[in-house]
């Protein structure tokens, strides 16, 4: 991936870098490719994800428009979440990486730019 100048915040608390998938080239292609993530990947807009082509287990946040956390759930390789009204972004990171930070349904996300 890219180098990013953002990072990720959960309830105020700075926890890791973070990815943007805003591009329809970058929303496709995803985590695809990849055999780890160090940090989280948010993709926007967006209502549900795949595991096709995946080589690892992730955790999943369904986000509203205002960075609110709706549902977390695994996403095992070659799973798929099904869409969900309110969703407007998904936020993806290596399983066990939300446990790590604190997140959860009602968690509130941010973005912090570093550079």
Same mark, same amino acid.
């Given at each position: 991936?890219?180098p990013t100048t953002?990072?990720?915040?959960?309830?105020g608390c700075?926890?890791?870098?973070?990815?943007?998938?805003?591009s329809?080239?970058?929303?496709?292609?995803?985590l !695809?490719?990849?055999?780890? +993530? *160090?940090?989280a &990947?948010?993709?926007k807009?967006?209502?549900?994800?795949?595991g096709?082509g995946m %080589?690892y287990? !992730?955790?999943v946040?369904l +986000? *509203?428009a205002? &960075?609110?956390v709706?549902?977390v759930l695994?996403?095992r390789?070659?799973g798929? %979440?099904?869409?969900?009204s309110?969703?407007r972004?998904v936020?993806?990171a290596?399983k066990?990486?939300?446990?790590?930070?604190?997140?959860?349904?009602?968690?509130?996300?941010?973005?912090?730019k570093?550079g």
């Amino acid at each position: 991936m890219e180098p990013t100048t953002l990072r990720l915040s959960v309830d105020g608390c700075d926890v890791a870098p973070l990815w943007l998938a805003e591009s329809f080239a970058r929303r496709s292609r995803g985590l !695809l490719g990849t055999r780890s +993530l *160090d940090g989280a &990947l948010l993709i926007k807009p967006c209502n549900s994800v795949h595991g096709v082509g995946m %080589t690892y287990t !992730l955790d999943v946040a369904l +986000l *509203d428009a205002e &960075l609110r956390v709706r549902h977390v759930l695994t996403l095992r390789p070659f799973g798929l %979440t099904r869409p969900r009204s309110g969703i407007r972004q998904v936020l993806e990171a290596q399983k066990g990486a939300f446990d790590a930070w604190g997140l959860r349904p009602g968690s509130r996300l941010g973005m912090i730019k570093t550079g």
